[in-house]
């Protein structure tokens, strides 16, 4: 079990009357595939500053809904806001490029590359001098990789990882890969970050050490972030709202303690016929 208690403070998140912002709603959104539907009419909001858990049983359609909202899946119904805009259907890299990023369930690095390259891989988007300046390696795109540099050397610092800074991060143990994978996300500086299992496979103390990273980037960074977590210790510790998937549909969706009372969710996890 985690100990840490590391609720964000969603008054950072506040407009000055009072009213919290809504950073990102699914309404009424279905995708299936071929004869498999995998998200039925699902509608819920990310408020700008949570943390947001997303559970479930397996399959029950998790990871196809923060498919849909990275732009990996296109839903046959429904819509998805962005920042107060309607979003129009959209690849991965422009959904990126809007301020949302993500990890994966199974870590995605370039695993020949060293930590400190595969960080600085999620700045691609954020370089503005083109190919020539870069190759030339002079005037604005040395500025520019200085400035880089130094924001990727901030949050190796962030994630204590100076020491495998130089290593290839194919060799190094699953816990720290899934450190480099938040490291990469976070160079993106999103504005909404995605997290898929970002516990999964990890020890106690990786656990407590990957809590301990995402509170921070939360409360210190204020980056929204939505996770999908099997460990119910871990949500119940970092999430300051819940929504419930079963069989593809919302079932729930509240504060940890609420969604935890539910019958329906108590039913979702213990099998129970429908
Ligand atoms: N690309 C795909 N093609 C066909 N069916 C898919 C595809 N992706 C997901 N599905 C199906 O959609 C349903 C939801 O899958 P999804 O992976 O979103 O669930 P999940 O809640 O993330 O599961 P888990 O906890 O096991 O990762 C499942 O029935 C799955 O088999």
Known sequence: MITQTGHSDLQTAEQ?????????SVANVSLSFGGVQA????SFNIMKGEVRAIIGPNGAGKTSLLNVINGFYHPQEGVINFRGKQRRRMK??????????RTFQNVALFKGMSTLDNIMSGRSLKMHRGFFWQVLHVGPARNEEIRHRKRVEEIIDFLEIAHIR??????????????????????MEPDLLLLDEP???????EKED???????????????????????????????????????????????????ASQEVIDAYLGVAH
């Open 166 to 187: 130089k290593q290839p991060v194919g060799r190094l143990p699953y816990g720290l890969q899934k450190r480099v994978e938040l490291g990469r996300a976070m160079a």
């Open 16 to 24: 000055p009357d009072g009213q919290a912002t809504e950073l990102l």
């Open 92 to 101: 991965p890299y422009q959904a990126a490029a809007s301020g949302i990023a």
């Open 39 to 42: 998200i039925t009419d699902i």
């Open 199 to 205: 516990m999964a496979g990890m020890n106690l103390e």
């Open 210 to 260: 990957m809590s301990r990273f995402i509170i921070d980037l939360n409360t210190e960074f204020g980056t929204t972030i939505a996770l999908i977590e099997h460990d119910m210790g871990v949500v119940m510790d970092l999430a300051d709202r819940v929504v419930v998937l079963d069989y593809g549909k919302k079932i729930a969706d509240g504060t940890p303690t609420e969604v935890q």
